[in-house]
């Protein structure tokens, strides 16, 4: 499945995450979770076909928009529904000339199948006058044959 917004080919090319042991058996601690995000990334580390436009169909992202109503659906969009609900959020932001790739990461949904969401923005043009051009969303789940990648089916 292509990474883009639903009418979006592809991304320009300038802006390119315990078992127990029964009694009798001992056994070594669970390996810890490895973060959503690793501590650096490079723009040129990330692959635009990993992601997908129609998962991010709910983002309320559309093509066109000013860089603060995209930035600005996506923060709704990872806002928590439950008042008990906290979500660990980051954001990775390459600007350039041209335009900007941004990255929000979102884990502690109140959902149980989803471990986390990642969203991309392509925004072009110089700061203060950038518009979205393309956008794509993927997801880790808690759960499936796939609970380690990121994926772009929806969580079973």
């Given amino acids: 499945m292509a990474a883009c917004s639903p009418d979006t080919p592809s991304a320009p090319e300038a802006i390119v995450n315990a078992q127990t042991a029964a009694v009798t058996e001992p056994s070594d601690p669970p390996a810890p979770d490895k973060p959503l995000l690793p501590e650096k ?5 990330i692959d635009f076909s990993n992601f997908s436009g129609k998962l991010a169909k709910y983002t309320g992202l559309e ?8 930035i600005e ?27 900007s790739v941004l990255i929000f990461t979102a884990e502690g949904f109140a959902d149980e199948a989803i471990k986390g969401e990642e969203i991309y923005l392509i925004l072009s043009g110089p700061r203060g006058e950038q518009k979205l051009a393309a956008y794509g969303s993927r997801i880790k789940c808690w759960r499936g044959e796939n609970t380690t990648e990121w994926q772009v089916e929806a969580c079973p």
């Fill in 41 to 45: 990334r490079d723009l040129e580390d």
């Fill in 63 to 70: 093509i066109g928009q000013s860089r603060v109503e995209a």
């Fill in 73 to 99: 659906n996506v923060r709704l969009y990872f806002a928590p529904g439950a008042a008990d609900t906290i979500l660990k959020t980051s954001q990775l932001s390459f600007d350039r000339e041209d335009g």
